[in-house]
C-alpha cells in the first residue's frame, strides 16, 4: 500500500472481488471470521473512549478495504458520519455498492481529504501495506485530517505473536507485508505530534481457548496480543 495512489497503483485492486477469501484463509487458523474481529476491535476502542468520555461524532476509516467493516464504526457512542478510504479505486466501487447510505460514504485516497474535520480516525491493519518511507505521509495526512483534539485509533498485527506471523503467511497480501511493533508504531505516532494515551494488547486465545478469554482484560499490557492499538490525540 501507498501513500501516493499515482505513482504506485494499489496491489489490493486484484484483491477487490476475493479480498474475503483470501483474509479467510489465515483467519480459519484463530477459528474466528473478519467479523468477530471487525466487531471485537470496535468493542475495545468504545471501552477506552467511553473512559475518555469521548463521543466522536465524525469518524474516517483509514484504509477501509471493500468496506465490510466500516458499519461496526457506527456503533460507537456518537458516531454520526462515516468516511471510508482507501487506495484501491476497485475496492472503494464495492464499498459504495454494497454498504453507502446516507451516513456512510466513501472515496478513494488520492480524492481531497477535508482537513481539521474528524474526531476519530481509525485504521486497522493497514501500515503494515505502507513501505516504511511513505509512513509519515500517511501519518501527517491523518494528522491533518483530525480536528484539534481528535484521536488516532490505529491497529496493528502484533509481530512478537507467532500465531499473527502464521496466520499472515497464508493470507497472499500480508505475506510480504513489513509488520510494525508497538515501539515502531509509538515511535511513528510521536514524530507526527501525536499525545499516546494508551496501548492495548488483544486477541490472546483463539477459539478453541475461548473460555480463557476472560483473562485478556488483566493482558492488555502484555505484548503478546495478536494485535494491538495505540491510541493517539491530536495536540
Same mark, same amino acid.
Given at each position: 500500500? #501507498?501513500?501516493?495512489?499515482?505513482?504506485?497503483?494499489?496491489?489490493?485492486?486484484?484483491?477487490?472481488?476475493?479480498?474475503?477469501?483470501?483474509?479467510?484463509?489465515?483467519?480459519?487458523?484463530?477459528?474466528?471470521?473478519?467479523?468477530?474481529?471487525?466487531?471485537?476491535?470496535?468493542?475495545?476502542?468504545?471501552?477506552?473512549?467511553?473512559?475518555?468520555?469521548?463521543?466522536?461524532?465524525?469518524?474516517?476509516?483509514?484504509?477501509?478495504?471493500?468496506?465490510?467493516?466500516?458499519?461496526?464504526?457506527?456503533?460507537? $457512542?456518537?458516531?454520526?458520519?462515516?468516511?471510508?478510504?482507501?487506495?484501491?479505486?476497485?475496492?472503494?466501487?464495492?464499498?459504495?455498492?454494497?454498504?453507502?447510505?446516507?451516513?456512510?460514504?466513501?472515496?478513494?485516497?488520492? =480524492?481531497?481529504?477535508? &482537513? #481539521?474535520?474528524?474526531?476519530?480516525?481509525? #485504521?486497522?491493519? +493497514?501500515?503494515?501495506?505502507?513501505? $516504511?518511507? =511513505?509512513?509519515?505521509?500517511?501519518?501527517?495526512?491523518?494528522?491533518?485530517?483530525?480536528?484539534?483534539?481528535?484521536?488516532?485509533?490505529?491497529? &496493528?498485527?502484533?509481530?512478537?505473536?507467532?500465531?499473527?506471523?502464521?496466520?499472515?503467511?497464508?493470507?497472499?497480501?500480508?505475506?510480504?507485508?513489513?509488520?510494525?511493533?508497538?515501539?515502531?508504531?509509538?515511535?511513528?505516532?510521536?514524530?507526527?505530534?501525536?499525545?499516546?494515551?494508551?496501548?492495548?494488547?488483544?486477541?490472546?486465545?483463539?477459539?478453541?481457548?475461548?473460555?480463557?478469554?476472560?483473562? =485478556?482484560?488483566?493482558?492488555?499490557?502484555?505484548?503478546?496480543?495478536?494485535?494491538?492499538? +495505540?491510541?493517539?490525540?491530536?495536540?
Amino acid at each position: 500500500m #501507498s501513500v501516493d495512489a499515482g505513482k504506485n497503483p494499489s496491489s489490493f485492486d486484484a484483491y477487490a472481488g476475493n479480498y474475503e477469501a483470501a483474509l479467510a484463509q489465515g483467519l480459519s487458523l484463530s477459528g474466528e471470521n473478519r467479523d468477530f474481529f471487525a466487531r471485537r476491535r470496535v468493542e475495545l476502542l468504545t471501552k477506552r473512549l467511553l473512559a475518555l468520555n469521548v463521543q466522536p461524532a465524525s469518524i474516517m476509516d483509514f484504509g477501509c478495504g471493500d468496506g465490510s467493516s466500516t458499519p461496526n464504526l457506527l456503533n460507537i $457512542p456518537g458516531a454520526k458520519q462515516i468516511l471510508g478510504t482507501d487506495l484501491s479505486a476497485d475496492s472503494i466501487k464495492l464499498a459504495e455498492q454494497r454498504f453507502s447510505r446516507p451516513n456512510i460514504r466513501f472515496q478513494t485516497l488520492n =480524492e481531497h481529504l477535508a &482537513e #481539521s474535520t474528524f474526531d476519530l480516525v481509525f #485504521s486497522n491493519g +493497514v501500515f503494515h501495506h505502507i513501505p $516504511p518511507v =511513505e509512513r509519515p505521509a500517511a501519518i501527517t495526512k491523518i494528522y491533518n485530517a483530525l480536528r484539534p483534539g481528535g484521536l488516532f485509533a490505529l491497529w &496493528e498485527n502484533n509481530p512478537w505473536n507467532p500465531g499473527t506471523r502464521l496466520v499472515m503467511s497464508r493470507i497472499p497480501f500480508d505475506r510480504d507485508a513489513n509488520t510494525l511493533t508497538d515501539r515502531q508504531t509509538n515511535r511513528l505516532l510521536r514524530a507526527a505530534r501525536f499525545e499516546i494515551i494508551t496501548i492495548h494488547f488483544a486477541f490472546y486465545f483463539p477459539r478453541p481457548l475461548a473460555s480463557l478469554r476472560f483473562l =485478556e482484560t488483566f493482558l492488555t499490557k502484555i505484548p503478546l496480543g495478536a494485535q494491538y492499538l +495505540v491510541l493517539g490525540r491530536k495536540t
